[in-house]
């Protein structure tokens, strides 16, 4: 468990809000800090895979998923690079009052049905403003407690989340598509050579994608290139470097995808989560 670096960002009676950073060697448990209660992970950075039983969830920044106490899960990297998630605690009541109750399993321990959600880019911007007010120290306890509940609230609810449906041959195809894209965030792929990658047809991988999370492929990569801007738009000055690092054409092509995404330009984004 050493290998983690676990930083407390915020605790309150209501919330409790953690940033999670590991460096991807091995096979471990989740990190100490906020296991043995039921919580929510929102990944920002890089990705890993969690088994909890004969069930394996790849994460990856876009996704919400549940850590259910008492649940004996592990944690795999099959991508080299590290990863980081941003963990959020919500009082018992409360998080009761904003789950939705098909999400929950029934019974008396609060525990979620379903190993994860796909969250849209705006619960994702809500991330990265929590995490980035927290460690820059201008966010308020009451204004931090504020946008927890409301990351968790739109993340939960049904015309802002996707949850992955279908069969378990097509999950593992998706989760292998995952996987190649993450191996290499700035590259151009074509289509043919994604398929050729993981073993189908352009037409197949294309149609299985979309039935699963909900998006075209192209777009979940783009949205794995706007998660990764959100998480370093604090380390640049320049922006067309980042852009150009990430896989963006230009300046003008990052900037018109990140204002579609977030309803704000880069720069106006960073001024409101870095310098208030």
Known sequence: MSEFTVAPLLKTPTVAVWDLCCPGSGEHAHAEGCVGVTHLMFPYRGLYVRQ???????AEAGQVLFFNAGEDGR???????????LAVWVEEEMLRELAPPALLREGAALAFRQPRLRIDPRAQALVALLRHSLREDI??????????????????????????????GRQRLVDRTKLVLASDLSRRWALDEIAAE???SPVYLTQVFKQVEGLPLYRYQLRLRLARALDLLAQ???????????????????????QQAYGRSPTEFRQSALQR
Do not use: K, N
């Not at 944690?75 to 990863?83: E, F, Q, S, W, Y």
């Not at 150009?244 to 018109?256: I, K, N, V, W």
């Open 139 to 168: 966010a308020e306890s009451l204004e931090a407690e504020s946008l927890a509940l409301t990351l968790v609230q739109r993340s939960l609810g049904p015309r802002t989340s996707h949850a992955a449906g279908a069969s378990l």
């Open 198 to 200: 993981v073993g189908v």
């Open 236 to 258: 640049y000055d320049d922006l067309t470097q980042l852009s150009l690092e990430l896989g963006f054409s230009s300046h003008s092509h990052f900037s018109a995808a990140f």
């Open 52 to 58: 909890v039983g004969d069930d394996a969830a790849v």
């Open 75 to 85: 944690i795999a990297h099959p991508v080299p690079g590290g990863d980081a998630s």
